[in-house]
């Protein structure tokens, strides 16, 4: 194996916090030749209303212009990376009117030449991660290296954001807590899963409950999946 995927794979499986990762992933690509790079993912949880946290190393003026004109909903590379898997190269897609204003402006940004590559994990996390730069592609080897480190970066930076989560409510559930939990994500009734533990419905119940509190859910279909979706359960 080269030392450049090495490199990366040690990335992969290091746990450091999303903000070192990102750093160590802006090196890289910077060592790629690349001015910027950005990193997307959207959280799974709220279900409704999935949160999406980016990562970028854009100056900041381009990133408060970003947030001021309100970009992130109609950026024609976010809108791409929620619905398909396939590549967006920047040049290959002609500006609309619609999005005639967020180009020209991330153009006068430095932003001209770039591809966002969108990847999905097997636990259904989808991200995106971008690299731009001022002038155009000369590496014709640098397709296949952003390919794999698309998914490397996502890799990693899902898995750390996830495992933020998940350490903030380490704890938080009792063992029977979860054990009923477990049940409940099968589908079992109170009754069903008193006779699998061997304690009273009403004990379930309470143990139900006192994990629907702490999670902050309605009820325990809820309790049950937002667990899962933590790691508390698997």
């Known amino acids: ?119 999905l994990t097997v636990n259904g996390i989808r991200g995106m991660f971008t690299v731009t730069r001022s002038t155009a592609d000369s590496d014709p080897h640098s397709a296949a290296k952003l390919d794999w480190l698309s998914h490397v970066v996502h890799q990693s930076m899902s898995h750390a954001v996830v495992r933020e989560s998940f350490d903030a409510h380490k704890g938080l559930l009792t063992n029977r807590e979860l054990e009923v939990l477990k049940w409940t994500a099968d589908g079992k009734t109170s009754a069903e899963i008193s006779e699998a533990v061997g304690i009273t419905e009403r004990t379930v119940n309470f143990h139900i409950n006192s994990a629907i509190a702490k999670l902050g859910v309605p009820n325990r279909t809820a309790a049950a999946v937002r667990a899962v979706v933590l790691g508390l359960i698997t």
């Not at 990102?22 to 950005?38: E, L, P, R, W």
């Not at 947030?67 to 967006?88: E, N």
């Not at 153009?107 to 030449?113: E, Q, T, V, W």
């Open 1 to 119: 194996m080269d030392t450049w995927k090495e490199e990366q794979l040690n990335l992969m499986f290091s746990r450091q916090s999303p903000e070192s990762l990102f750093d160590a992933i802006v090196a890289m690509t910077g060592h790629m030749g690349f001015d910027h790079c950005a990193y997307g993912v959207r959280v799974p949880l709220p279900f409704a209303q999935p949160q999406i946290l980016m990562f970028n190393n854009y100056s900041r003026t381009w990133q408060a212009r970003y947030q001021d004109k309100g970009y992130l909903a109609i950026d024609p590379t976010v809108r791409h990376g929620l619905v398909s898997l396939d590549a967006y190269s920047w040049p290959d897609h002609a500006p609309s009117d619609e999005h005639e204003e967020f180009w020209a402006e991330a153009h006068a940004h430095g932003l001209r030449d770039g591809i966002s590559l969108p990847v």
